[in-house]
């Protein structure tokens, strides 16, 4: 079931590039495995995902022992409280989800203190929920410029998690608004940023995602099925 639900899904991020006139080797799947144990990421690496993407650290700790990821790059996705951060940095490629200053000054400390430098993409709540985290779209530059005060960190991009959408093509304009500022920062080659990533788009409208830039989709309903969240 895993490798069928990837390999369809595969066909239509093709499908999403071509139609957008890009190269579909520049997106990438990231599949997010929460609830789903080590032997159904195994499953979905085997198939071919890009990277997986873990929301709780106890799940990401535990599959980790296990070895779960083993052979591709694992993400940290979710929101992440301070006092877990020890265990995130430096077991994982990358951390998606920096939502808050004090997350960033904690990565930092984290990673000077393990000698390490730490991947991380800034998270936008681009619209403006009060239910999600993330800086809001106007903070986002001020953030990247300081960048060179976190020099144990390095951003690589951006991710968005837009609000639900009722119908297709209703989150373009987020997507749309969140290359503008990727591509605005990027401009400006500040050091230790690349932003060459913009983690966007979900079951429910990566190929919306994929024709607004996306460089990496992040699903996990269309790969592993519906999540039981009464278990
Ligand atoms: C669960 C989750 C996803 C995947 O959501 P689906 O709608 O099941 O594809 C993507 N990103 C984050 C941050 C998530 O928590």
Redesign the pocket.
Known sequence: MIAENIAFIRARMEEAARKAGRDPKEILLCA?T?MNDADRVREAIAAGVDCC?E?RVQELTEKLADHAYDGKPVHF??HLQTNKVRQVVGKVDLI??VDRPELLACIEKEAAKQGIVQDILLEINIGGEESKSGFSPDQVPGIAASMESYPHCRLRGLMA?PPISKNPGDNCRFFTEIQRISVDIRTKKYNNSSMEILSMG???DFEDAIACGSTMI?????IFGA?NYTK
């Open positions: 997010a929460k993407g929301n996705i979710g998606q989800s998690i979900m079951t429910d992040r699903v996990g309903t269309a999540r």
